[in-house]
Protein backbone atom coordinates (compact mmCIF):
# COMPACT_ATOMS: atom_id res chain seq x y z
CA UNK A 1 0.00 0.00 0.00
CA UNK A 2 1.35 3.50 -1.16
CA UNK A 3 2.42 6.26 2.08
CA UNK A 4 3.62 9.41 2.38
CA UNK A 5 6.57 7.49 3.15
CA UNK A 6 7.37 5.99 0.17
CA UNK A 7 9.83 7.48 -2.39
CA UNK A 8 8.30 7.81 -5.83
CA UNK A 9 10.97 7.62 -9.09
CA UNK A 10 9.51 9.07 -12.93
CA UNK A 11 10.04 5.94 -15.01
CA UNK A 12 12.69 5.98 -17.60
CA UNK A 13 9.97 5.30 -20.28
CA UNK A 14 7.53 8.04 -19.14
CA UNK A 15 7.75 11.09 -21.16
CA UNK A 16 6.01 14.34 -19.86
CA UNK A 17 4.56 17.36 -21.91
CA UNK A 18 2.93 20.36 -20.34
CA UNK A 19 0.34 21.99 -22.53
CA UNK A 20 -1.83 25.51 -21.02
CA UNK A 21 -1.09 23.96 -17.70
CA UNK A 22 -2.70 20.41 -18.30
CA UNK A 23 -0.49 17.33 -19.30
CA UNK A 24 0.17 14.15 -21.07
CA UNK A 25 2.50 11.44 -20.01
CA UNK A 26 3.35 9.33 -22.67
CA UNK A 27 4.73 5.59 -21.65
CA UNK A 28 7.04 5.33 -24.40
CA UNK A 29 7.59 1.21 -24.03
CA UNK A 30 4.12 0.56 -23.66
CA UNK A 31 2.69 3.27 -26.21
CA UNK A 32 0.14 4.66 -24.06
CA UNK A 33 -0.36 8.18 -22.71
CA UNK A 34 -2.13 9.39 -19.68
CA UNK A 35 -3.68 12.76 -19.45
CA UNK A 36 -3.57 15.26 -15.68
CA UNK A 37 -5.41 18.29 -15.19
CA UNK A 38 -3.96 21.19 -13.72
CA UNK A 39 -3.83 20.01 -10.21
CA UNK A 40 -2.42 16.17 -11.54
CA UNK A 41 0.15 18.29 -13.39
CA UNK A 42 1.31 20.24 -10.22
CA UNK A 43 1.38 17.19 -8.67
CA UNK A 44 3.75 15.41 -10.81
CA UNK A 45 5.90 18.45 -11.44
CA UNK A 46 6.54 18.05 -7.00
CA UNK A 47 6.61 14.41 -7.39
CA UNK A 48 9.39 15.21 -10.08
CA UNK A 49 11.04 17.58 -7.41
CA UNK A 50 10.94 15.90 -4.38
CA UNK A 51 10.81 12.21 -4.84
CA UNK A 52 8.99 11.64 -1.44
CA UNK A 53 5.26 11.87 -1.11
CA UNK A 54 5.43 13.37 2.35
CA UNK A 55 7.22 16.30 1.25
CA UNK A 56 5.05 16.64 -2.16
CA UNK A 57 2.00 16.67 0.14
CA UNK A 58 3.57 19.36 2.30
CA UNK A 59 4.31 21.74 -0.99
CA UNK A 60 0.95 21.10 -2.38
CA UNK A 61 -0.93 22.14 0.80
CA UNK A 62 0.92 25.54 0.46
CA UNK A 63 -0.32 25.69 -3.23
CA UNK A 64 -3.58 24.71 -2.70
CA UNK A 65 -6.62 25.13 -0.54
CA UNK A 66 -7.59 21.48 0.33
CA UNK A 67 -7.96 19.81 3.84
CA UNK A 68 -4.89 18.09 4.08
CA UNK A 69 -6.37 14.58 4.89
CA UNK A 70 -8.54 15.37 0.69
CA UNK A 71 -5.37 16.37 -0.63
CA UNK A 72 -3.12 13.02 0.94
CA UNK A 73 -5.67 10.82 -0.52
CA UNK A 74 -5.84 12.09 -3.65
CA UNK A 75 -1.76 12.85 -3.85
CA UNK A 76 -1.70 8.71 -2.88
CA UNK A 77 -4.95 8.28 -5.79
CA UNK A 78 -3.04 9.61 -8.20
CA UNK A 79 0.55 7.72 -7.09
CA UNK A 80 -1.28 4.07 -7.20
CA UNK A 81 -2.90 5.33 -10.54
CA UNK A 82 0.54 6.42 -12.32
CA UNK A 83 2.29 3.43 -10.26
CA UNK A 84 -0.49 1.06 -12.59
CA UNK A 85 0.16 2.92 -15.63
CA UNK A 86 4.10 2.34 -14.99
CA UNK A 87 4.23 5.77 -15.23
CA UNK A 88 6.09 6.21 -12.08
CA UNK A 89 8.38 3.42 -9.57
CA UNK A 90 7.02 3.25 -6.19
CA UNK A 91 9.71 2.26 -3.75
Known sequence: MISLDNRVAIHQDAVFRELDGEAVILQLEAGMYFGLDPVGTRLWQLIEAHGQL?????AALQEFDVPP???EQDLIELVSRLSEKEL????
Open 54 to 58: RPVLE
Open 69 to 71: DVL
Open 88 to 91: VVVQ
